[in-house]
Nanobody
Framework: QVQLVESGGGLVQSGGSLRLSCVAS????????MDWYRQAPGKQRELVAS???????NYGESVKGRVSISRDYAKNAAYLQMNSQRSQDTAVYYC???????????????WGQGTQVTVSS
């Protein structure tokens, strides 16, 4: 069984910084892509950042220049450094991993449970 666990969410003041972590655990063969998405109340889930196993990175337009994604490939982990936080960044942040498990080598995407980020003005 494979699972993703996010951590690092919480309350941050406007203009402040926060770092989120996501770790994939279980019988993992390989992880190709790790993404961060967010969903604010009443809005659709949107991409924040994505990084594949070649180091290619994409950022959502609304966060470009303010967030940075990184990975620790040995730990099957991804991190999201968020700076210059705004009230509009308040949302539940989800990690997603596209991976192959030892028991099922077909690529699959799994989601974490999400971590709440609240930016106070």
């Amino acid at each position: 069984q494979v699972q993703l666990v996010e951590s690092g969410g919480g309350l941050v003041q406007s203009g402040g910084s926060l770092r989120l972590s996501c770790v994939a655990s279980g019988e993992i063969l390989s992880v190709s892509v790790m993404d961060w998405y967010r969903q604010a109340p009443g809005k659709q889930r949107e991409l924040v950042a994505s990084m594949n196993d070649l180091g290619n990175i994409n950022y959502g337009e609304s966060v470009k220049g303010r967030v940075s994604i990184s990975r620790d490939y040995a730990k099957n982990a991804a991190y999201l450094q968020m700076n210059s936080q705004r009230s509009q960044d308040t949302a539940v942040y989800y990690c997603r991993a596209t991976l192959k498990a030892l028991t099922n080598q077909r690529a699959q995407s799994i989601w974490g449970q999400g971590t709440q980020v609240t930016v106070s003005s």
